[in-house]
């Protein structure tokens, strides 16, 4: 799992699950870019997307 340092982090972790639990297809891009949208900074919310998609069944 990531290093969950800050709230931050432990929050973008938890908004990629369900993002990732509500909707099909879903690539650590894909994720990446939404937890970005959803005002995540970048570098978090690449961790949450790597983290995810080897944990997660995400698309390839």
Known sequence: MI???SPSHLSC???GIALVK???N???QNL???L???GY??????DAAETL???LQLAS
Do not use: P
Request: charged share 35%; glycine share 0%.
């Open 13 to 15: 972790l938890i908004e």
């Open 41 to 46: 900074e970048a570098s978090v919310a690449y």
């Open 22 to 24: 509500n909707e099909e």
């Open 32 to 34: 990446k870019m939404r």
């Open 26 to 28: 879903c690539t650590a």
């Open 53 to 55: 998609s080897s944990h």
């Open 3 to 5: 290093d969950t340092q």
């Open 36 to 38: 970005e949208d959803q």
